[in-house]
């Protein structure tokens, strides 16, 4: 047994009267840590950019004006399922809740991609850190005296992220079918392309590339798969998304920060700050 330390229960299991790193039968070290660098700025970070996409989106979405500029509309209000929305002639316009809405529009559409974030993998090791210290770094314990993991409510709310994948899929769709509109102008005719077509080009790339590196996209395309070789289709996209899948952190902060741009975009637009720089 090395020294300074203390026995351990069969079970592991904290049985002192302080729980956590303290407990009596952990390791006797006063210090939290051992670390000398500057380990929490990268959850502090984390924190800090989760939190300002939290309050802009959230304004945003009530805000209710500003989300349309021919031929472009924003991505937290597409697709329409009220009545009272404005957008585009053609665009995914679902009046599904007819006119009794009376709130954002934006409201009815947000949970389905908020809900693919929030239980993706990579953004709960983000806010688990950032937020909960759950635990904050490597090798810095986290301040909590028990751990519960995702089997309780709320967090085990998080093993339903396969069915928010299978929602996010249309929703990409939709944004998809969005940006082929960019390329018409104001009068809705075809073969324009202004600097917003870009954006909602360079947007709808990074949404399908961080949606298809889902690890949940990964195991449905071959994790049940016992023999690849008499599979060679799916073994191939498996390779592919598993490519994307070694990818997903950074592509789940792009696609992050190039939807609030769209978004922003769209907002400048609408709110006459300038006007949409036209290539043809």
């Not at 709310?157 to 102008?185: E, K, M, S």
Request: with cysteine; aromatic share 18%; proline share 6%.
């Amino acid at each position: 047994m090395a020294t300074g330390t203390q026995p351990r229960t069969d079970t592991g299991e904290p049985d002192g009267a302080r729980g956590g790193v303290l407990s009596a039968t952990r390791a006797a070290i006063s210090a939290r840590h051992l670390r000398t660098d500057r380990w929490w700025l990268a959850p502090a970070a984390t924190a800090a950019g989760l939190l300002a996409f939290v309050v802009y989106s959230t304004w945003r979405a009530f805000a209710n004006a500003d989300y349309y500029a021919a031929p472009y509309v924003s991505p937290f209000y597409s697709p329409c399922l009220a009545e009272n929305c404005e957008t585009m002639k053609g665009g995914p316009n679902w009046e599904i809740f007819g006119s009794w809405w009376g709130l954002s529009p934006a409201l009815l559409i947000l949970i389905f991609p908020l809900g693919f974030r929030l239980t993706c993998y990579y953004y709960r090791k983000a806010y688990y850190r950032g937020f909960w210290a759950s635990p904050p770094a490597c090798a810095v314990a986290e301040p909590h005296g028990k751990y519960t993991g995702e089997t309780r409510f709320p967090l085990i709310l998080q093993n339903i992220h396969r069915y928010f994948f299978y929602a996010a899929i249309p929703v990409a769709g939709i944004l998809t079918y969005d940006t082929v509109l960019a390329f018409r102008n104001s009068a809705y005719a075809w073969g324009h392309m202004g600097l917003g077509t870009l954006v909602f080009l360079a947007n709808i790339v990074l949404i399908w590339a961080y949606t298809l590196s889902c690890h949940s996209c990964r195991h449905i395309v071959g994790g049940r798969l016992k023999h690849f070789s008499q599979h060679p289709v799916r073994y191939r996209l498996w390779g592919w998304v598993g490519w994307l899948n070694a990818r997903h952190a950074r592509l789940a902060w792009a696609s992050l920060i190039s939807v609030a741009l769209a978004d922003f975009y769209v907002y400048l637009l609408a709110t006459g700050v300038f006007d949409d720089p036209r290539f043809f």
